[in-house]
């Protein structure tokens, strides 16, 4: 019984050894640099007033060739709602990027925008309340409706912030407020 335990061990010391070289090999030379695409400088996307009227969010994901010196070689739309791509396209066209590391003509970078509301209780910006003209629901800011005079839309700017490979843009939500009719029973 102790020569099979003794025996089970060496067996395994023997497999530790022989897999280790393998290991080694499979693991990253400490010489070699790390490709990475950053971001430097990001241009702020426009979340159009017509996408957040409609309350049309979600993520656009974009994948960009990235040069050596940074520029963009490529910009591919891989998903999203047509009503956001193109202002996740503008920004990416006008922001900076890095390429540190990059051997390769042009290296491809994964970029995924989302597109958000901030919550009226978390937004201390937010213009919605009880001091301002009650409207139809139909209105929407969309045409002149209610006494004939036009409300100026009262918007807080976007909230963006980014980390690597994801921007994301949270809005303050277009204030929708109803009235009660003078021919409602």
Excluded at 74 to 99: T, V, W, Y
Excluded at 117 to 123: A, E, L, N, P
Aim: hydrophobic content about 30%; aromatic content about 6%; overall charge positive.
């Amino acid at each position: 019984m102790k020569f099979l335990a003794s025996f089970l061990s060496c067996a395994a010391m023997a497999s530790c050894l022989l897999a280790e070289p393998a290991r080694a090999k499979d693991a990253p030379h400490l010489d070699q640099p790390e490709i990475k695409v950053v971001l430097t400088e990001l241009s702020p996307p426009i979340y159009r007033s017509l996408a957040r009227q409609a309350r049309i969010t979600g993520d656009v994901k974009l994948q960009l060739g990235i040069r050596q010196d940074g520029s963009i070689a490529s910009a591919e739309l891989i998903s999203g709602h047509p009503m956001l791509k193109q202002a996740a396209l503008d920004s990416a066209n006008k922001s900076k990027f890095e390429c540190r590391g990059c051997k390769e003509t042009v290296t491809t970078y994964l970029l995924t925008y989302t597109f958000g509301f901030r919550d009226h209780d978390d937004d201390p910006d937010s213009q919605c309340g009880s001091s301002k003209q009650l409207r139809s629901a139909k209105c929407l800011y969309l045409w002149r409706c209610g006494k004939g005079q036009s409300t100026p839309e009262r918007h807080s700017p976007p909230k963006v912030t980014q980390s690597a490979g994801h921007v994301t843009i949270l809005s303050s939500s277009a204030c929708i407020e109803t009235t009660t009719s003078k021919y409602t029973k």
